[in-house]
Every structure is written in C-alpha cells, then in structure tokens.
C-alpha cells in the first residue's frame, strides 16, 4: 500500500511495472484514509518535512498501526531554511505512545550517496532539455546546497525506527 497527497506522482507511479503488485492511495499523511489498526509497518521517507502537522501525522500513525507494529521513517532535519519547529517535531516523536528501539544521524552516509554516480543531479541532468533546464539547474543547485548543509553539520539526516507496544500507556 503506497499513500500520496499528489495525483502526478501517483499516476507515476502506477506507470511503474514494478510497483504493480502495490496498490496506490491519494491520501494525506495527516490524516490517513485507513481504518485504525490496519497495518504492521508504516514506512515514510523523505516527505514529513512536508507536514505542516507533524504531530498529526505521529498521531495517524499512531492510529493504523497494530500492536506491536513498527514505524520507520528518515527525513531531513534541522534545515534552517524551512521554517518548522523542529523542537516540537522531536517532542511529539518522545511524547507519542510508539517506543523509539533507533534514532541516528545517518547525515554522512546520505552525503556520500549523494556524489555518487547516478545521484539524483545525474538523473535530474538526464531529463533535462531546452524547456525545464532552467529549473533543473535551480534545483540542483538546490541539491548542492543541501549537500554542502550535510557536510558542515547545519543540516542533518535521520532516521528513526519506532515500536507500537503491546500495551500502550
């Protein structure tokens, strides 16, 4: 089951032969369209820096995991650009009824994936011709940024492994 709040990328990725055996879902991460405990694992990557409601998303995963379901997520934190409490993102992980078993900085790892041949300014090269190559030099710029954010420790890349318990407080 995959859930995005955004119809292109959905249509994308029902393109995608590999992902045929999935069934894609338009739906907010906020507020996700699924009854309560219906899944044994909530993966999110690369998206909750999006939620302008973080601790509804913690709460909605909260909500449609089973017990003793697992929650994984890795997202970017501490992007100074990006206006969000990030505090107040970190209290609600504590605060929420999921044990958290990991949390690490995997920022030099995702440094490193990201000088790698074929990374995402490769990709994002290939697609380029004379209609979008002002916005994909904009956005790998975007991406340098990022990465030189990741190598002077302004930014950080986490990654998070949570537990709903069998009994929760």
């Not at 338009?26 to 309560?36: H, K, T």
Request: hydrophobic share 45%; aromatic share 8%.
């Amino acid at each position: 089951m995959g859930v995005d709040v955004c119809a292109p990328n959905l249509a994308l990725a029902r393109k995608d032969p590999r992902l045929r055996q999935v069934e894609l879902v338009a739906g907010d991460a906020q507020q996700l369209p699924f009854a309560s405990a219906s899944f044994d694992v909530v993966l999110n990557l690369e998206s909750s820096h999006c939620y302008s409601h973080f601790d509804r998303f913690v709460i909605e995963v909260e909500r449609v995991l089973k017990k003793p379901g697992l929650f994984c997520f890795a997202d970017l934190w501490n992007v100074d650009v990006m206006e969000l409490d990030w505090a107040a993102r970190e209290r609600a992980l504590q605060n929420s009824s999921l044990e958290i078993t990991a949390a690490e900085n995997i920022s030099e790892q995702v440094f490193q994936a990201m000088g790698l041949s074929g990374s995402i300014s490769e990709q994002l090269d290939a697609l380029s011709d004379a209609e979008n190559r002002s916005l994909i030099a904009r956005i790998n710029l975007g991406v340098k940024a990022l990465r030189a954010g990741l190598a002077m420790g302004a930014y950080s890349y986490r990654l998070w492994r949570m537990r709903k318990p069998e009994v929760c407080p």
